[in-house]
């Protein structure tokens, strides 16, 4: 990971106003830069079929980068789409991030061990390089986990070298959670998963 340095003091889950988020790259930066945060990292929501123009966003981040004395990556937050595990990302945008978060948004119902089964795959899937909320789908279903299965989970991150997202809009992973990934070495992010401004947060 190039930016491993960075990996408690920037902000890996951003949305600007080219999806649901309501400030520009600009004026995020900014903040970002006021803050003191060191990277900020504009993880847009994408889905197969895109109804914005990726490469515009692309653009407003390069601008970016020469007007800010931040390191700011370019991203896309992705669901998963189904079993196997495959996100809801066209290729020609895949090929265009600096990194991909991904996890479970409007996902059927399904029993714990096809959660189980779906997060492995997902975690496998080579494209993806942060799990983002961990465990919310979970929370919402009420699926249970097993200290067992917390730390499978854990150990196919580190395995697969997918990052696990400190989510500070959803408060997750539970401490718990996130106790056991430190002591097993798993490597965690911080992702504000911020929609305007005043939600980034002071590193």
């Given at each position: 990971?190039?930016?491993?340095?960075?990996?408690?003091?920037?902000?890996?889950?951003?949305?600007?106003?080219?999806?649901?988020?309501?400030?520009?790259?600009?004026?995020?930066?900014?903040?970002?830069?006021?803050?003191?945060?060191?990277?900020?990292?504009?993880?847009?929501h994408v889905r197969r079929n895109l109804d914005y123009d990726f490469n515009e966003l692309l653009s407003e981040v390069d601008s970016a980068r020469k007007q800010f004395?931040?390191?700011?990556?370019?991203?896309?937050?992705?669901?998963?789409?189904?079993?196997?595990?495959?996100?809801?990302?066209?290729?020609?945008?895949?090929?265009?991030?600096?990194?991909?978060?991904?996890?479970?948004?409007?996902?059927?119902?399904?029993?714990?061990?096809?959660?189980?089964?779906?997060?492995?795959?997902?975690?496998?899937?080579?494209?993806?390089?942060?799990?983002?909320?961990?465990?919310?789908?979970?929370?919402?279903?009420?699926?249970?986990?097993?200290?067992?299965?917390?730390?499978?989970?854990?150990?196919?991150?580190?395995?697969?070298?997918?990052?696990?997202?400190?989510?500070?809009?959803?408060?997750?992973?539970?401490?718990?959670f996130l106790i056991l990934a430190k002591q097993l070495g798993a490597k965690t992010?911080?992702?504000?998963?911020?929609?305007?401004?005043?939600?980034?947060?002071?590193?």
């Open positions: 990971m190039d930016y491993e340095a960075y990996l408690k003091t920037g902000d890996w889950h951003v949305h600007t106003n080219f999806t649901d988020g309501e400030n520009t790259v600009s004026e995020l930066c900014e903040r970002a830069e006021e803050l003191g945060i060191k990277l900020i990292a504009f993880t847009e004395n931040l390191k700011i990556l370019v991203g896309c937050e992705a669901k998963v789409l189904d079993l196997d595990g495959n996100i809801d990302a066209p290729r020609k945008v895949i090929e265009k991030c600096d990194i991909i978060l991904s996890g479970f948004h409007s996902f059927p119902e399904i029993s714990k061990k096809e959660y189980l089964s779906t997060l492995e795959n997902l975690i496998r899937n080579p494209d993806v390089d942060v799990w983002a909320h961990p465990t919310l789908y979970a929370k919402k279903r009420n699926i249970k986990l097993t200290s067992n299965e917390i730390e499978n989970i854990i150990n196919s991150c580190i395995r697969n070298q997918v990052l696990i997202e400190e989510n500070i809009k959803y408060n997750l992973p539970q401490p718990e992010v911080i992702g504000s998963d911020v929609h305007k401004v005043s939600e980034l947060v002071k590193r």
